[in-house]
Structures are given as C-alpha cells and as structure tokens.
C-alpha cells in the first residue's frame, strides 16, 4: 500500500489485537448492509484500486442454509463494486464451492479483464478453499 495508500477493513468480529497502522482502518460491521458500504466509502479517498473479501459464512453444517449465507456475501460483494472500485481495478474474493459462487464467477468474468480462480499459499493441502481474482474492473460492461 506503500507510504500514502489506505486499507479500510471491515468485519462482523473486532479485530484482535487491533491495527495499530496510521494508514488502516477497520471497524465492526456486516458487509451485507448497505450502511456499512457508505461507512467503507467515506473512510476511502475516493473509489480503491483492489476489493478483497476474505468473508466466509459461519458454516452450519446444513447444505441450503450454508449456501444461502454464501450467496448473500457474495451478492454483497457484487453490491459494492460499483461503489468502490476504481475502473480497471482489481478483485481477490473467497469462494466456497457452491453452485452460488459458480453463478457468481460467471457473472465477475462479464465484468473484468481476466479472471481466474486461485489458491493461496497458505492454504492446507487437501483444502477446497479458493479465491477469484479478477483483474481490470470494466463498469462500463455493466448490463451487457
Ligand atoms: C475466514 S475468516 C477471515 C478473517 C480474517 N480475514 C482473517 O484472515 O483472520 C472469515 C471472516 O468473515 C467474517 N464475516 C462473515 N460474514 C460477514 C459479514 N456479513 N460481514 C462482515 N464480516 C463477515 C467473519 O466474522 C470472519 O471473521
């Protein structure tokens, strides 16, 4: 983010210990409400160059319920682009698999550059978590 950039972050839970960064933000809040979003935007300077959503439902174990959390983040995420992202900026969002997210990434490669499906180093061998990133946001596409 370099000396001037910003993070803003935002989560249902407190971060713990908090960010003691002059250039970071971060506040408790649900990502699926629309006062949050106004919340993130007069915390930026401006729209940002990356969107990224490391949000994932609490899993209940029950298949329709987990699902549907699912879609409503990502839903939620899809609500904020236009918002907040710059033209050709860039999207890092954690997928489950799911016919939800796959609708979801359907509808991101209608709206950006490239985009693909990663996995981060991080994560556990034999683990099926995933992420989309999804480079050069062209709002312009939108309704296409
Ligand atoms: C996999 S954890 C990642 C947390 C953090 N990024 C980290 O690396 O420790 C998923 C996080 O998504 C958050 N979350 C789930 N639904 C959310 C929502 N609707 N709004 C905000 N945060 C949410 C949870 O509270 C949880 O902290």
Redesign the pocket.
Known sequence: MGARGRVV?????ALDPPLENANTVSFV?????AK?HEKILQHLDGACDVLLS?????LTGVREVDRA?EE??LE?VERLLPLLLKKEGDLLV?LLECPEAQNFQRRMRGLFASAKTVQAEGTRKGSSERYLLAKGYRPAALGD
Not at 9 to 13: K, Q
Not at 29 to 33: I, L, S, T, V
């Open positions: 972050g935002v989560d249902r839970v809040g649900d990502m699926e409400d949050v490391d949000a994932a439902p609490k959390a409503r983040l939620a954690k």
